[in-house]
């Protein structure tokens, strides 16, 4: 449909740092602001300008120039400046659900301290659109949506113009930017310069448009407001007469899409490469980030918020300050840049600053409510205590793996009720006394401290706690258990047998499965850049397990666990010049450990994968075979699970003759769970660490889960599967090579497919026991609590074990405890709880709102409980 009304929305998209650093950008916005709120003050027909969406650069400004807040206020309120609704400008296929409900929540709450947030989930420039964007932007009370990248006619339409829902039926309107944000950028007003440019823009919007209106986006990366861009339209309206523009908001083109009648409904996730890139494989760029991301989010939405609700409910308070820093913090590194970490060396460091002083507050947190909670419980007797936290919202019956420092010779474990617990010695090592209170040797006594790592299995309260004591005896402790030479390891679920190639095989004794070369790694030359993996044309691979050498095996088997641990090395080309040669020069080296960890309470095989890596230009990928035959992979999404093609065979054979912008590989985002199923059986990978993954072969699918990858710079030219002009700038990253030891931490599952779903087991493994152990001696002092706890306590238990718990917090504006819950199921589950009530349902804002508690597949529910 011919455009006949185009608004030009002046804007500034603002990358708080790419090729250059977050310091750089703040002087330019120093610069830029004061223009920008002159320009509204002194011109009144001017009607507003877009801050890009996010308030962090509210905060960027005014920690610089807060005598500038007034002004800055006023101006927001008249609706002449807009800012909101997201923190900062959030990637939507490798963060969780929580961080972007996070990114949200604080981004309105920051907005409305100036006047009303943009109602409109404006992301111009993300890798990607979730699936589940509707339904998270519907329970903010938005809904509206504004995005660049990931649209193809593959989606079913052919229009920028539609209506976009969720499986649980939220719905948005979309005017999504055929051309991107920066198609107004500094526009001239010479009438035959602004044809040239214009002319090949309109026909776009002609051919996308379904309502005859459009938005010329009058904004680029940093660019400073364009003074005078009334002539500019001026001009564009003497140029086009049977056209009419004028200055205007994104808000303005959403009247006429809400109330056309003939738009598309469009389902499902943007990520198609076919107009714009998306970068499929950005996920495995600079893997060290992105691993301390995947940890950071589980320990906040898995252990501190949930120990913090229970703390909090005991008496203590919930630190809503600190909690909301460290999600301000991390959320700083999940704009979609500095999340796919294609960035300079310089910003790739200060967001590895930000994820450690991110990490550094949520442990400390962790185990300072931990001491509160312990110190306030009395164990008659005890010389010390040790206190377990299960942080699941089901009483069940777990292996707990406890640190207990002491200087008592022997020691017994007990409970409230002075019963005695069996346990095994797994570990001991010296310590010495300074490292635990430096006034000891301030006083002379150097006698060390041991450590021993305690192990037993033990029924647990649902989302609560249990502290024992730790008592002097005069009995013996029991042997430490010495490892082995065993390749052997298993349980009722499993047998795990380790090879000669460094691969183990693994028989699931459920189905009587085995499967074999589990582990393997593959190993490519990589000659892509930061945003994208690219091989070279002949597609060389080699395998880990041709390659070993110096194979160590060992193991550790105890009563209610098992380790079995593999060391090699393998050698490999040092750099991108070796793979080409005709011999391949395996000049440098891979050391790689695998340790695989069985116990008795989960049908989960734990799996830590070391590597120490000294070479160039690779990718490394863990294989895990399945044996099934399968067209469709699920993973999760934000609040649900998605299903996606292990081989795009029509988009691979049309992509070149259409000119796409990216190869369509099957390569995807997965934030907890993967998996390939049939009537019989299921194969899965939990990741606590890397979320990239892709499957082989439809008729005997193997699941290649990217473990790392090394380049060296940010943006390079025509790639093999990402031809013509480079993405960002042809700079030189040798950090982003990823030299150096890291380790990853995944779940392995094979059972049955109507066995416990890989949902629930991913929840289980993804929340680990924790215990403190509080001794006489500490290096920190503060007085003891005022309250005496229980020994057990259990703060409530869900009943319906088909939903995932997203977390458990305190409400930001109330005293109020939230629990958050979603439906990874193919059918609706019922929100009920014991131990408390449910006393109203929620949105994501947390606001009362009438949904009911029933939850359905692929939604998420929000309610407030109380006694």
Not at 705 to 727: D, E, H
Request: charged residues 20%.
């Amino acid at each position: 449909m011919k455009v006949t009304e185009i608004f030009v929305v002046p804007h500034m998209h603002w990358d708080r740092e790419w090729y250059f650093s977050t310091e750089e950008s703040q002087i330019l916005l120093l610069n830029n602001m004061p223009e920008i709120m002159t320009m509204l003050e002194t011109h009144p027909d001017y009607p507003s300008y877009v801050l890009d969406g996010q308030s962090v650069i509210i905060e960027d400004y005014l920690s610089a120039h807060p005598e500038g807040a007034d002004r800055f206020k006023a101006l927001v309120k008249q609706g002449r400046l807009i800012v909101g609704p997201w923190y900062t400008q959030t990637d939507e296929m490798a963060v969780g659900a929580e961080s972007i409900t996070r990114n949200l929540l604080y981004g309105i709450a920051d907005s409305k301290q100036y006047g009303q947030p943009m109602k409109v989930g404006y992301v111009p420039d993300s890798f990607g659109q979730s699936a589940q964007m509707p339904m998270i932007l519907n329970q903010f009370g938005i809904k509206r949506s504004i995005f660049w990248r990931g649209l193809s006619e593959r989606k079913g339409t052919t229009s920028n113009q539609f209506k976009w829902q969720s499986t649980d039926g939220s719905t948005v309107s979309v005017n999504q930017l055929p051309a991107g944000y920066a198609t107004g950028k500094y526009l001239p007003t010479n009438p035959e310069e602004l044809k040239e440019r214009l002319d090949p823009l309109l026909a776009k919007f002609d051919h996308y448009s379904s309502t005859g209106q459009a938005v010329l986006p009058n904004g680029h990366d940093q660019m400073p407001i364009q003074r005078n861009i009334e002539a500019v339209i001026k001009t564009l309206n003497q140029v086009y007469p049977d056209r009419h523009f004028q200055l205007g908001s994104y808000d303005d083109v959403f009247s006429t899409i809400e109330q056309a009648t003939n738009l598309d409904v469009v389902s499902g996730e943007f990520l198609d490469g076919k107009n714009e890139r998306v970068h499929r494989s950005i996920q495995s760029t600079r893997m060290d980030l992105k691993v301390m991301n995947t940890r950071i989010e589980n320990k906040l939405t898995n252990t501190l918020e949930p120990l913090a609700t229970i703390a909090t409910k005991l008496g203590f308070q919930y630190e809503h300050g600190l909690i909301e820093l460290i999600w301000k913090e991390i959320m700083k590194n999940h704009a979609h840049d500095s999340m796919g970490a294609c960035c300079s060396d310089i910003v790739n460091e200060e967001i590895l600053a930000r994820y450690r002083r991110a990490e550094e507050r949520t442990d400390r947190l962790i185990q300072y409510y931990q001491r509160k909670i312990t110190e306030a419980v009395t164990i008659k007797g005890a010389d010390e205590k040790l206190a377990i936290f299960n942080l699941v919202p089901q009483a069940c019956e777990r292996v707990v793996t406890a640190k207990i420092v002491t200087k008592l010779p022997e020691f017994q474990l007990c409970d409230s009720n002075g019963k005695l617990l069996a346990f095994e010695i797994v570990a001991k090592k010296e310590i010495d006394p300074g490292l635990i209170d430096r006034q000891i040797v301030a006083h002379g006594n150097y006698e060390p401290f041991y450590e021993y790592e305690l192990q037993f299995s033990r029924q647990l309260p649902a989302m609560g706690y249990e502290v024992l004591g730790v008592k002097s005896t005069t009995q013996s402790l029991p042997g430490l258990v010495q490892s082995t030479l065993d390749r052997t390891i298993e349980t009722n679920d499993y047998q795990v047998v380790a090879r000669d190639n460094g691969t183990v095989t693994i028989l699931d004794k459920r189905t009587q499965t085995t499967y074999n070369n589990v582990l393997d790694l593959e190993i490519q030359a990589d000659d892509g850049d930061e945003y994208d993996f690219s091989p070279l044309g002949d597609n060389r691979k080699l395998f880990a397990s041709q390659l070993v050498k110096n194979l160590k095996v060992d193991s550790l088997i105890a009563k209610n666990s098992s380790q079995l641990v593999l060391s090699y090395q393998v050698s490999v080309p040092q750099n991108l010049d070796a793979w080409k040669t005709a011999d391949l020069k395996l000049t440098s080296f891979l050391k790689v450990s695998l340790v695989l960890t069985l116990t008795a309470d989960q049908p989960v095989i734990g799996l830590k994968v070391t590597i120490e890596n000294q070479a160039d230009d690779l990718r490394v990928r863990l294989l895990i075979p399945t044996k099934l035959s399968s067209k469709l992979v699920t993973s999760d999404n934000q609040f649900g699970v998605i299903q996606r093609p292990v081989v795009d065979e029509t988009a691979l054979k049309i992509w070149q003759s259409e000119k796409w912008d990216e190869r369509p590989d099957a390569i995807f985002p997965f934030l907890s769970h993967v998996g390939v199923s049939d009537d019989e059986r299921q194969v899965g990978v939990i990741t606590a660490a890397s979320r990239e993954y892709e499957a082989l072969d439809e008729d005997n699918v193997t699941l290649a889960i990217t473990l790392f990858r090394g380049v060296g710079v940010l943006g390079k030219a025509n790639l093999v599967r990402r031809p013509g002009r480079p993405s960002g700038i042809n700079a030189p990253t040798p950090d982003s090579q990823c030299h150096g030891t890291f380790s990853l931490t995944y779940g392995l599952v094979f059972n049955q497919s109507h066995g416990t779903p890989l949902s629930a087991l991913a929840e289980g493994f993804l929340t680990p026991v924790v215990t403190y152990n509080q001794i006489p001696n500490v290096a920190m002092h503060m007085n003891l609590p005022t309250q005496e706890l229980p020994a057990t306590y259990s703060l409530f238990a869900l009943v319906d074990y088909g939903l995932t718990l997203s977390t458990v917090k305190f409400a930001e504006h109330r005293n109020a405890i939230i629990v958050r819950v979603y439906n990874q199921t193919a059918k609706d589950c019922q929100l009920e709880v014991t131990g408390m009530k449910v006393k109203q349902v929620l949105d994501l804002n947390e606001d009362p709102v009438d949904l009911g508690l029933t939850v359905k597949p692929n939604s998420v529910r929000t309610v407030e409980i109380a006694n």
